[in-house]
């Protein structure tokens, strides 16, 4: 018997399959290309990201400055309240850079509520750049209705 391989079969450094990049970009990171798909997943995953920081950064910083939050149910109704916290964007806005916690969570949320339609706008223009009209004027339409729902809501 013996132990060389049969003449067929090329030598078994050459059988192993190569590893293409973009099926395991573990490999070589560097070149994975920006699909529409990535650019919207690392939009929908920074935003929450943002959000879950900012609230967190914010429930930390008012249980920190005030510790009573803690023990005394009176004054955790107070922060509770719908009265307490900031309204307006630019209430928003001039807490967060005054360090208020609540101001902070506010922003966190407002965060969380942008990204969707952020995710919309890039849709559209992912759409727009492959010049796929039906979807593009699809997404317009979806946009165009959230911005009106926004300003509509701003009214009341």
Do not use: N, W
């Amino acid at each position: 018997m013996s132990t060389q391989a049969p003449e067929s079969l090329p030598p078994p450094e050459t059988t192993a399959t190569a590893v293409h990049p973009a099926v395991h970009p573990a490999v070589h990171p560097e070149t994975v290309p920006l699909t529409p798909e990535l650019l919207i997943s690392q939009l929908l995953r920074g935003g929450v990201l943002l959000s879950m920081s900012l609230v967190t950064c914010g429930m930390v910083m008012t249980f920190f400055r005030h510790p009573d939050y803690f023990s005394s149910p009176d004054a955790l109704q107070r922060l509770t309240s719908p009265d307490s916290a900031p309204h307006r964007l630019a209430d928003v806005f001039e807490g967060v850079l005054a360090v208020r916690g609540q101001s902070f969570v506010m922003a966190g949320l407002l965060v969380m509520i942008t990204v969707p339609v952020l995710r919309v706008a890039l849709s559209l223009g992912i759409f727009r750049a492959q010049k796929d009209r039906t979807f593009s004027a699809i997404t317009t339409g979806v946009l165009a209705l959230l911005l009106l729902a926004f300003l509509l809501g701003s009214v009341e």
